[in-house]
């Protein structure tokens, strides 16, 4: 995991040299002040549109925590059934999902261990999609007392309904995107072998 973000990290110091080596290019091929200051909005735009890229390691960890959180909200929810302390709750849950997430649940269960405050502890969890809902759960079953199973278990209903709401969007999209291209193959062929016929005939009557 280290070095993936050691590697990242590289690459993530490279975008600006690299936007600024494109806007002096487009400076220097297009000569005067028009292009230098073309040069500047394209390497200020690609400086910007790279970092938003978000990197393919980043991405299938954010997909496997995604995948894992309700899961691991299921698990916690019955080892705090049992009668597990929720420091251990947490702690066997990381250890039985592993991956990314578990990661992240150590460092909840070390810092509750610890003696953090609640809300310090559950931070951990942060950018983990669905993350701060159980976050903010745990957070209000430290401050009322609020029995916390019977929320994770909701919780991890809510996230499996939510994921599966967005696999079906993603294929509706991922249809429309492979239609589209489609068309623009077919558009152009419709007009050259039925438009433009019928109107090369209708000039030819008109002249």
């Not at 990290?9 to 975008?15: F, P």
């Amino acid at each position: 995991m280290h070095g993936v973000a050691g590697t990242a990290t590289e690459t993530h110091r490279l975008v600006r040299p690299v936007a600024v080596l494109t806007g002096l290019a487009v400076a220097v091929v297009g000569g005067g002040w028009p292009y230098v200051v073309l040069g500047a909005a394209c390497a200020a735009g690609l400086d910007r549109g790279l970092r938003r890229i978000e990197p393919a390691w980043r991405r299938r960890q954010r997909l496997r925590e995604t995948a894992d959180l309700p899961l691991a909200a299921d698990l916690m929810a019955a080892a705090l059934r049992a009668g597990a302390p929720l420091d251990h709750a947490v702690l066997a849950v990381a250890d039985a999902v592993g991956g990314p997430l578990g990661v992240r649940l150590r460092r909840v269960a070390r810092s509750m261990s610890l003696g953090a405050e609640p809300s310090e502890a559950w931070q951990q969890l942060s950018g983990v999609p669905g993350g701060e809902r159980l976050a903010a759960a745990a957070v209000r079953s430290a401050a009322s007392g609020a029995a916390l199973a019977g929320a994770l278990s909701r919780l991890a209903g809510d996230l499996r309904t939510n994921r599966a709401l967005g696999v079906e969007a993603a294929a509706r999209r991922a249809g429309v995107l492979i239609v589209l291209p489609l068309g623009l193959c077919f558009l152009p062929a419709f007009i050259l072998a039925g438009l433009v016929p019928v109107i090369v005939a209708v000039l030819g009557d008109i002249l």
